[in-house]
């Protein structure tokens, strides 16, 4: 079995203001530090309406298109931003988790790294936020559900900041476990341990300011392996942001590469155990170029060899 790396040109096309972090660079770094390793590399097919309705209404999917301008660049939220072939990128983002899903139980490949811009973590049923479109992980999740039959996905997010969309998506969904390690206080402030979902489905796991990778280890040995174990998931899928690196900008945890080798390893060994190590890895923050393209080239580097 092999290693699946997703992604598309289109996702180049999206473009942010000037001194935005979320810019298309973030995205050429880390197709550059991935390049010449041993990956099966497809394209990102675009989502369809209907994929996107698995976790957003209509009338959201109508709205983002809507807003996409002809020229320049529109502002929907505070942090979030369109321009021409913003929608396609977004769509090749939820198109890309999709054929990770089905790659991954299929067979074809033991897991997938999908590598696109712009993020989805914190995209809400209905609202855009935080330089997010559509909601790619929680799509992917119900994708796994609705139309493969599975019967409990889990999906893990290790962004420095709290997976709110993702937890809104499936607040309501008994068959997916949502769990999000973040810094505390921190935007967009949600993510406090209390929030536990409609059918206690919810963890989260605030990390304090200024805290290393030793923090880290400890809460996932002590908090969130145990409850993924007792999960029993059939499928990980994970919101892979970078953010936590203690080189970037827009937060104060101090992880280094070493921390991402660790934390990607030990999600094989769960889902060697659970999964059939069948793992699908999204792209999501990174703020810093350098520390973004090092973090997730380690990242990957651990699921090439896990799934060799």
Request: glycine share 10%.
């Amino acid at each position: 079995m092999t290693t699946a790396l997703i992604t598309h040109s289109d996702c180049l096309k999206h473009r942010t203001p000037d001194g935005h972090p979320e810019q298309i660079a973030r995205l050429s770094h880390v197709l550059n530090a991935l390049e010449g390793k041993t990956l099966e590399r497809f394209e990102a097919p675009l989502g369809t309406e209907d994929d996107v309705r698995l976790a957003h209404p209509q009338a959201h999917i109508e709205r983002v298109r809507a807003a996409e301008p002809s020229a320049g660049i529109v502002q929907l939220d505070a942090d979030t931003w369109m321009s021409p072939g913003s929608y396609d990128a977004a769509m090749r983002g939820v198109g890309g988790a999709l054929l990770g899903v089905d790659l991954v139980l299929a067979g074809t490949v033991q897991n997938v790294f999908v590598a696109t811009r712009p993020p989805g973590h914190h995209a809400e049923s209905e609202r855009t936020m935080g330089f997010c479109l559509f909601g790619t992980a929680a799509i992917a999740a119900r994708h796994a559900l609705e139309r493969h039959g599975l019967n409990r996905v889990a999906v893990v997010d290790f962004d420095v900041h709290h997976g709110n969309g993702t937890q809104d998506l499936l607040w309501s969904e008994p068959r997916a476990r949502f769990v999000s390690s973040h810094q505390f206080p921190l935007w967009p402030g949600t993510g406090k341990p209390d929030e536990r979902g409609a059918h206690d489905n919810v963890l989260n796991v605030p990390l304090d300011p200024a805290s290393d990778g030793g923090a880290m280890r400890q809460a996932y040995e002590e908090t969130v392996f145990p409850a993924l174990e007792e999960f029993s998931p059939e499928l990980l899928i994970l919101s892979a942001g970078f953010d936590a690196h203690q080189d970037d900008p827009l937060a104060e945890l101090r992880w280094t590469e070493e921390d991402f080798t660790w934390l990607t390893g030990r999600f094989c060994d769960l889902a060697d155990t659970h999964c059939k190590g069948r793992v699908l890895s999204c792209l999501e923050g990174g703020y810093n170029l350098d520390a973004l393209s090092r973090s997730a080239a380690a990242h990957v580097d651990v699921l090439i060899a896990r799934g060799g």
